[in-house]
């Protein structure tokens, strides 16, 4: 996706400049967290819901580019 962060900057200590990639893009490394928080409560969630979020993971860890980058380091 690559879509400039707008929403909640940042989220949990994501970097300013970080870009929204996507639930499947997390989902590539953590699909395990991704089919679990899909049947919990706030994978369930709309999308008015998520803060303008790229997707639901970002909405509360922040945009997910430079972790993806840096290989899981950022």
């Given at each position: 996706?690559?879509?400039?962060?707008?929403?909640p900057?940042?989220?949990?200590?994501?970097?300013?400049?970080?870009?929204?990639?996507?639930?499947?893009?997390?989902?590539?490394?953590?699909?395990?967290?991704?089919?679990?928080?899909?049947?919990?409560?706030h994978?369930?969630?709309?999308?008015?819901?998520?803060?303008?979020?790229?997707?639901?993971?970002?909405s509360?860890?922040?945009?997910?580019?430079?972790?993806?980058?840096?290989?899981?380091?950022?």
């Amino acid at each position: 996706k690559n879509t400039p962060a707008a929403g909640p900057p940042g989220g949990r200590g994501a970097p300013a400049d970080a870009t929204w990639a996507g639930d499947e893009a997390c989902a590539a490394c953590h699909g395990d967290h991704a089919t679990q928080f899909a049947v919990s409560i706030h994978g369930r969630l709309r999308a008015f819901e998520l803060a303008c979020a790229g997707g639901r993971c970002e909405s509360c860890h922040g945009a997910g580019s430079a972790h993806i980058e840096g290989a899981g380091d950022k």
